[in-house]
């Protein structure tokens, strides 16, 4: 498999469900065409449906394995070791995705670990201006910051119309996560 001549960056943003589905969906086309993929889940703890498919279709799936629950609820403590475990996370996709020569690297639920400073902002911008020129790098969250924004090739935003959560029906597994 010949890797792509120009790899872009793609953000998948908005209010709406079906962020991390784009994402996985396209790790599965990716995976299904003989590419190397690299899919990261910060903020998430590993328990997602997607993941063992992910797994069994070769691609190399990594997340921080804690849920420390959302920024407002956090205490200082858990703000702390998300951002050590978030930094960790990141950074050793980074390393692998370029030192192992992956075509995609994915980085769900990146851009909320990016706006509260769980991930070095410094770091990850001059990773994506010097990443390897044939790595298509996937980020997903909600309200990419303006710098981000400026450095995509694509911007996909996933707007919610209608949710069952408004309705009182919780998260369904298998559909949901």
């Known amino acids: 498999m ?8 793609q953000i998948y943003c908005g209010d709406g469900k079906g962020k991390t589905t784009a994402s996985v ?17 910060v903020m998430k703890d590993g ?4 993941v063992e498919m992910l ?28 951002a050590r475990l978030y930094n960790q996370l990141f950074d050793e996709a980074v390393k692998t995705a370029a030192e192992e020569d ?28 010097n990443r390897p020129e044939h790595l298509e790098v996937v980020l997903t ?14 911007i996909s935003e996933v707007k919610m119309v209608r949710h069952p959560f408004e309705k009182g029906i919780r998260a369904r597994k298998g559909i949901e996560y």
């Open 25 to 41: 969906g396209l790790a599965v086309r990716a995976a299904g065409t003989g590419m190397k993929v690299y899919f990261c889940q």
């Open 55 to 82: 797994k069994k279709l070769g691609v190399n799936y990594h997340c921080c394995g804690e849920r420390l629950g959302f920024f407002w609820n956090m205490t200082e403590e858990q703000k702390a070791a998300a």
């Open 47 to 50: 328990r997602s449906g997607e």
């Open 2 to 9: 010949a890797h792509l001549k120009k790899g872009c960056l």
């Open 102 to 129: 992956y075509d995609l690297l994915v980085i769900d639920e990146f851009i909320s670990a990016y706006n509260h400073g769980f991930i070095d902002q410094k770091k990850a911008l001059h990773f994506f201006f």
């Open 141 to 154: 969250g909600r309200d990419p910051s303006d710098e981000l924004l400026e450095l995509a090739d694509y």
